[in-house]
C-alpha cells in the first residue's frame, strides 16, 4: 500500500504566504508524477501544479508566478510554495501522486487534504 500524507495549511491573511508538504510512503517502486489539487465550496477539484519525474512543472493560470511547487526525490516529498495569498485560493488542497507499487501496478494515490483560508 502507499500514502500521501499531507501537512502546512492553515488560515492566513491575503498577500500572506504558505507552504504545503506531502510526504509519499509504503509499497513504492517509483513516482511518475506528484501534484497538488484544490476544491473549494461548491466547486470542482481542480489541479494546481504538478511536477514530473524529470522535474518539469505545468501550473493552472490563476498561480503562476505565484505558486511554486518542487520535489525532494530522496524523501519522496513534494512542497507547494504559495505566495501572493488571495481570497479565491481558499479551498481544501489534496496531494495527488502517481505511482508505481511494487506490485508492478501504477495507480493514482491522494492525501487526505489540507485547509488552506485565506482571510483577513
Known amino acids: 500500500q502507499v500514502q500521501l500524507v499531507e501537512s502546512g495549511g492553515g488560515l492566513v491573511q491575503p498577500g500572506g504566504s504558505l507552504r504545503l508538504s506531502c510526504t509519499a510512503s509504503?509499497?513504492?517502486?517509483?513516482?511518475?508524477?506528484m501534484g497538488w489539487f484544490r476544491q473549494a465550496p461548491r466547486k470542482e477539484r481542480e489541479s494546481v501544479a504538478t511536477i514530473i519525474s524529470g522535474g518539469s512543472t505545468t501550473y493552472t493560470d490563476s498561480v503562476k508566478g505565484r505558486f511554486a511547487i518542487s520535489r525532494d526525490n530522496a524523501k519522496n516529498t513534494v512542497y507547494l510554495q504559495m505566495n501572493s495569498l488571495k481570497p479565491e485560493d481558499t479551498a481544501v488542497y489534496y496531494c495527488?501522486?502517481?505511482?508505481?507499487?511494487?506490485?508492478?501496478?501504477?495507480?493514482?494515490?491522494w492525501g487526505q487534504g489540507t485547509q488552506v483560508t485565506v482571510s483577513s
Open positions: 509504503g509499497s513504492i517502486f517509483s513516482i511518475n508524477s
Open positions: 495527488n501522486g502517481r505511482i508505481l507499487g511494487t506490485s508492478g501496478y501504477t495507480r493514482n494515490y
